[in-house]
């Protein structure tokens, strides 16, 4: 494995970490259990959910080119920084 895969593997593993940090705090704010302890379909709830939060983000991104500063929001931009790296290493 090169050291640019190293790092591409890496970089996705704290894309998925901060996944989960997401799912976690829009669990809490829904008060809903921790998403480690949610059936499978009440999971699969959550991640439609955050996917959706996430692509919203993303479009007022492009749109306005700012999105309010919350909590959610300060981690979905957290998690498309890395998102972006895991992009540019791919390109080089």
Same mark, same amino acid.
């Given at each position: 494995?090169? /050291?640019?895969? &190293? $790092? =591409? /593997? ?6 998925? +970490? &901060?996944?989960? $940090? =997401? $799912?976690?705090?829009? +669990?809490?704010?829904? #008060?809903?259990? &921790?998403? #480690?302890?949610? $059936?499978?379909? /009440? ?22 080119? /700012? #999105?309010?500063?919350?909590?959610? #929001?300060?981690? =979905? ?8 790296? =895991?992009? +540019?290493?791919?390109?080089?």
């Amino acid at each position: 494995m090169s /050291d640019v895969e &190293k $790092e =591409i /593997d890496a970089l996705e593993r704290k894309l998925v +970490a &901060k996944t989960r $940090e =997401i $799912e976690a705090l829009v +669990a809490a704010e829904q #008060n809903l259990s &921790k998403p #480690n302890a949610m $059936e499978s379909s /009440d999971y699969a709830r959550l991640q439609s959910y955050v996917e959706e939060l996430i692509y919203r983000w993303q479009e007022a991104k492009v749109r306005s080119g /700012d #999105n309010p500063e919350t909590p959610v #929001n300060r981690l =979905i931009a957290e998690r498309e920084e890395i998102a972006e790296q =895991i992009v +540019a290493l791919q390109v080089r």
